[in-house]
């Protein structure tokens, strides 16, 4: 198994430029979560998807950013317009809820900087 | 979900067991207590878990107290490879979110 896959692993960008963050989630799990990790806040969720459709995103810091999940298979997190602020590691993570073990697998992340 | 509290630091003699605690006096009785540990540059990695009962695989075991209100994960024969921050995390069985706190990042010493 793969695991996560996560791109691109890292990524420079301008402020006010759009950025797409994309997600692979394990084959057969039916959960998948956006995290946000900074020095400050530590890790901390953004949203997360169940069966494709998005739970809970209060987590989401503002209307700049969005998360879709078109199946299974696939999540993209877009910032736009991204601030430097947003300057942070993305990790996505992947579970399969309902069974006995209900564990996160996480893939390596994202680094971005917004300059 | 219930919180924990974790030491910030700890170090550790390569080859000996290092003991990390926590505490989640709060826990409630469907909550579950998991282990993830980060290594630098790394996304977390799951441990172990477990409910009331100890627990123990290839990477660790897991000693939670009779009342619950605390746990202990144990790594038997510690090496540098382990050196991480170790997040201890409560979460019940119904909900899917993780909250990993501040953990425990230990340094494991030649």
């Known amino acids: 198994d793969a695991g996560v896959i996560q791109s691109p692993r890292h990524e420079v960008t301008e402020m006010g430029q759009e950025v797409t963050l994309r997600c692979k989630p394990i084959?057969?799990?039916?959960?998948l979560f956006w995290y946000r990790q900074t020095m400050m806040r530590g890790l901390e969720l953004l949203i997360y998807f169940n069966n494709n459709v998005p739970i809970d995103d209060s987590g989401m810091p503002e209307d700049r950013f969005s998360a879709k999940m078109p199946n299974a298979s696939f999540s993209t997190l877009k910032i736009q317009p991204s601030e430097p602020r947003d300057s942070a590691v993305y990790f996505c993570?992947?579970?399969?809820?309902?069974?006995?073990?209900?564990?996160?697998?996480f893939g390596p992340g994202t680094r971005l900087l917004v300059l | 979900d219930a919180k924990t509290t974790q030491p910030t630091s700890m170090d550790c003699a390569e080859g000996r067991a290092a003991n990390l605690p926590c505490n989640h006096s709060?826990?409630?009785?469907?909550?579950?207590v998991y282990w993830y540990r980060q290594i630098h540059s790394q996304g977390p990695q799951y441990i172990i878990h477990?409910?009331?009962n100890n627990e123990t695989n290839e990477m660790a075991s897991l000693i939670i107290t009779e009342d619950r209100k605390s746990s202990t994960l144990i790594l038997p024969h510690a090496t540098l490879r382990d050196t991480a921050v170790y997040y201890c995390?409560?979460?019940?069985?119904?909900?899917?979110?993780?909250?990993f706190g501040t953990g425990t990042s230990l340094t494991v010493i030649p």
């Open positions: 709060t826990i409630s009785g469907n909550e579950y």
């Open positions: 993570a992947s579970s399969l809820v309902g069974g006995l073990q209900e564990t996160q697998y």
């Open positions: 477990g409910l009331k």
């Open positions: 995390i409560v979460r019940g069985n119904t909900g899917n979110q993780f909250y």
């Open positions: 084959s057969g799990h039916n959960s």
